[in-house]
């Protein structure tokens, strides 16, 4: 009873991360994001707020299973490998999320379905064709106009026309409330050039959003339709209510909704400040407050890729140098909105210079002298001059730039202002020259004061350290012998220390040979590198085999020889080519995506195979009565031919 009145009493701060997708382990990109909204989670509670800290995992789509096909388990057991070892990464890496959703896990289901009723109910789900160009990795189709020659723009990597019958939301109906939104609620979306983007694409017109699929079953069923499932923008944007049980059990969700913030990677910022708007429009639920776009960690000039084997691996920085150090540098190294570069000299450099001799040596100086001159005991004060006045003040000021900072997820400044504080306390030492002061026996006050400044210098560290680096927080209070238990509002206070004696302990950084460290770390990479590149080589040459098929199955199709009468570009695509072809004694229309290998006359004329009795499609509103055969190395296409008469059967 009294801690839920005491929560009630409380402001609360609701923070989420995107879900992660489990198709590989996660890389350091994605503890980028996680890490930041950790940090802004222990500095709300820190502050006194009921904190709800949620991130998951985004398990369904075509990507997913495809993974699991090519690792030959179930798309279940896959996902399942993988979210284990997000979730022991987040342990590791002691991340305080007080929940974590999986989009596989019965509540998430149920509810989606739920909540696919509901805006089905409003009239807002409606049943029509999708056809678009499909980029697969990102399970985003995409308009002729917003490929980047002719490849996805958000990968680069080759599209494919697809074209299904599905349901839509109608994200059109709520253009002008999300244009609203966006245009006079300058804090809803931050940065601000991600705003102004978001301004332009929804002025540009919002069209309904597809938000189903009936080409793959990875995914959760559409109520009534077994045929289709819900496509995972849908499936995953609703994990931020589904979490606190959304719509059938209320009490979190009536606790913590409006989410406080939505941190999300510059990519995602789009599905977030636009279509989840429109849908939670659509449940008549109120929007959330901030949506906060952070920028990508890229290395070698781009974004991480598997492919390459550049991918930074979390777990062996942690065991190298720390969950503190790993998060320090992250923190402080990028800044908040803008991409930032990795490379391993500037990891090491920070957690040399700033972790180990900067704060490092000054705890361990600190300690070292209290127990030496003092016992071990905290002195008190006894005098004060100007340097002892200028570290007092310097020690007082961070804390409010800190709040200042924090508001704007400044977190590279919020610490190097708490930097500020390290190194005067460093030049404090070095000006006062306690192991002088302790030779002449009439300065004991003045080593005193000195002792105990120093002391309350690092325990106001220790303060304000919490939300980057608990543990080394915690370091720092244990070698103190100061109580763990704190609030923000002790980092605004000086002199707090009563009767403790400090505890010397390990060296909370130690100082490393950054030669040595670099070319060990630059031989993991290359190994890494070579390894990506030997299994690139071998998937180029692997034949990947459908699954097996019988002889009826393969009697069914009627395979043709033609002859290309004519050949024109699509009126609507530009990857696409309409043929006319003569089949015996018809002539009929065949629609291809071969337009990027193939000029419309260099077939004119030509043989080739068809595939005769496939069912008639509208491409793009051009009809395609079957299909025309191409080799496909992966690199080029090359038309199957015969030298035979037109209407031959092929076998
Ligand atoms: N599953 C979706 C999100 C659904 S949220 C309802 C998704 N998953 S993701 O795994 O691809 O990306 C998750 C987050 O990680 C994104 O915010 C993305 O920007 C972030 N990052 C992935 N690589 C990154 C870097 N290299 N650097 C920084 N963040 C990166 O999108």
């Known amino acids: 009873m009294a801690e839920t009145a005491e929560r009630e009493n409380k402001k609360k701060f609701y923070i989420c991360t995107p879900i992660y997708y489990p198709s590989s382990n996660l890389h350091i990109g994605h503890t980028y994001c996680t890490v930041m909204a950790d940090a802004m989670a222990r500095f709300k509670r820190l502050q006194g707020y009921d904190v709800r800290f949620l991130t998951g995992t985004d398990e369904h789509g075509m990507k997913i299973a495809r993974k699991a096909e090519e690792a030959g388990v179930t798309p279940q057991q896959y996902v399942d490998k993988i979210v284990d070892g997000v979730q022991k990464l987040w342990k590791t890496m002691e991340i305080s999320n007080d929940d974590f959703i999986r989009t596989t896990q019965e ?63 109608r994200l059109s109906k709520y253009q002008d409330r999300v244009l609203d939104l966006l245009e006079n609620h300058p804090d809803f979306l931050q940065p601000e050039a991600r705003r102004n983007e978001m301004i332009e694409f929804v002025k540009q017109g919002l069209d309904d959003l597809c938000i189903s699929r009936s080409s793959f079953d990875w995914g959760i069923p559409v109520p009534g339709d077994p045929n289709s499932v819900i496509y995972v923008w849908l499936d995953a944007l609703t994990n931020y209510i589904t979490a606190l049980g959304y719509p059938d059990d209320m009490e979190l969700f009536n606790r913590y909704w409006p989410c406080d913030v939505h941190l999300v990677g510059k990519e995602i910022v789009r599905f ?43 777990v062996m920085l942690i065991d190298r140098y720390g969950v503190d150090a790993l998060k320090y540098f992250i923190l402080r190294e990028y800044t908040f909105g803008q991409d930032g570069v990795f490379t391993n000299e500037i990891l090491l450099k920070r957690i040399n210079y700033d972790l180990a001799n900067d704060l490092g040596n000054l705890v361990s100086r600190v300690i070292a002298m209290i127990e030496k ?70 300065k004991a006050d003045e080593l005193d004061t000195c002792l105990r400044n120093l002391a309350e210098s690092l325990r106001i560290l220790s303060v304000l350290l919490v939300p980057f680096m608990h543990t080394t927080s915690e370091k720092i209070r244990a070698q103190l012998g100061i109580p763990q238990e704190l609030e923000w ?36 990479r290359q190994k890494s590198m070579e390894e990506a590149k030997k299994k690139a080589d071998k998937e180029a040459k692997k034949v990947d085999l459908k699954p097996e098929i019988t002889f009826e199955d393969f009697d069914k199709i009627d395979f043709r020889v033609g002859i290309v009468m004519k050949a024109e570009k699509h009126p609507n695509a530009d990857k696409l080519l ?25 077939l004119v004329g030509k043989k080739v195979i068809v595939v005769a009795n496939l069912a008639p499609k509208q491409l793009r509103g051009e009809e395609s009565k079957g299909m025309l055969l191409f080799a496909d190395d992966g690199k080029k296409l090359t038309y199957a031919t015969a030298d035979a008469d037109d209407g031959s059967t092929v076998r």
């Open 272 to 314: 977030h400040s636009i279509i989840w708007p429109a849908m939670l429009m659509s449940l008549d639920l109120p929007l959330p407050k901030h949506v906060m776009g952070h920028g990508w960690l890229l290395i070698d000039g781009g974004k991480m890729s598997k492919s390459k084997g550049n991918v930074v691996d979390p």
């Open 107 to 169: 509540r998430h289901v149920r509810r989606v379905q739920e909540i696919f009723k509901k805006m089905d109910q409003k009239g807002d789900i409606y049943k029509g064709k999708y056809e678009g160009w499909y980029c697969t990795p990102c399970e985003s189709y995409w308009t002729e106009k917003q490929l980047v020659n002719g490849c996805c723009p958000d990968c680069g990597r080759p599209v494919e026309w697809q074209s299904e019958d599905a349901y839509f939301f």
């Open 373 to 442: 001159y003092r016992d071990g005991k905290i002195p008190e004060a006894k005098t004060e001059d100007d340097v002892d006045r200028e570290l007092k003040e310097t020690a007082l000021s961070v804390a409010p730039k800190v709040d200042e900072h924090m508001e704007k997820f400044g977190f590279n400044y919020a610490l190097e202002d708490i930097w500020v504080l390290v190194r005067r306390a460093n030049k404090y030492v070095d000006e006062k020259e306690p192991w002088a002061l302790a030779k002449d026996s009439s």
């Open 489 to 524: 509002k002790d980092a605004f206070e000086f002199y707090q220390i009563e009767d403790a004696v400090v505890c010397p302990g390990e060296p909370l950084f130690p100082r490393m040979d950054i030669k040595k460290e670099l070319s060990e770390l630059e031989a993991i």
């Open 578 to 602: 309409v043929f006319k072809v003569r089949i015996g004694d018809e002539e009929r229309q065949i629609v291809s995506g071969v337009a990027d290998y193939y000029k419309p006359e260099d």
